[in-house]
């Protein structure tokens, strides 16, 4: 399910996820910072060594952030449509690359290109705000701070989005309603 500017479409079935060991999933709920929110829809990323997890939050007040799920992280983040003018970010979406070490400030924090994939979508699930379909080409650059900071900036086609947030550990997402996966207690707390 799409939810466009002409309102909701229904893709239908678009693929069938591949098995993940995540323990979100649709219906998934966090408080961070006194913030609730609930898990609305998934991407599912693969790139030459493994994989990861895009999932759309919305929070109680109606806006929409995005959980990315990798290799143990989580990283909490807003759109920030202003970093497109940002020289580099502008640079980088006519098809120049950015090098890792490359620096960038954000807010007064100082953040380092960590982390550049190559990357296509092998399935999606649930509301999304834009079509993905597998085979959607992604090339994700992760900045990140010595604090915790991280810029996660995107460039599909020729059309750049920046977002901006924090990395988390899952704990201090304070999940609820969490997947259940053979072979593995669920704690309390994400019950």
């Given amino acids: 399910m799409v939810h466009g500017a002409a309102g909701p479409e229904d893709l239908g079935k678009v693929a069938s996820l591949p098995f993940d060991v995540s323990p979100l999933q649709l219906g998934t709920r966090f408080r961070v910072d006194g913030i ?3 898990t609305l829809g998934r991407v599912r990323w693969h790139w030459q060594d493994g994989a990861w997890n895009e999932w759309l939050l919305e929070a109680a007040d109606g806006t929409h952030c995005w ?3 990798a290799m143990g992280l989580f990283m909490l983040t807003a759109e920030r449509p202003d970093l497109a003018q940002d020289p ?3 640079r980088f979406a006519v098809g ?3 090098k890792l070490g490359q620096a960038m400030q954000v807010d007064g924090h100082l953040l380092r290109a960590a982390d550049i994939r190559r990357a296509q979508c092998v399935g999606s699930e649930g509301h999304l705000p834009f079509p993905t379909l597998p085979g959607t080409k992604l090339t994700n650059v992760d900045f990140r701070s010595p604090d915790g900071l991280i810029l996660s900036v995107q460039r599909v086609g020729g059309e750049v989005t920046a977002w901006f947030g924090t990395i988390y550990e899952f704990a201090d997402l304070n999940p609820r309603n969490a997947r259940a996966i053979d ?3 669920l704690p309390a707390y994400m019950q």
Avoid: K
Wanted: proline residues 0%; hydrophobic residues 60%; aromatic residues 14%.
């Fill in 36 to 38: 609730d929110f609930l």
């Fill in 67 to 69: 959980l990315g799920e």
């Fill in 88 to 90: 580099m970010i502008a």
């Fill in 96 to 98: 120049v690359e950015i």
């Fill in 183 to 185: 072979g593995w207690t």
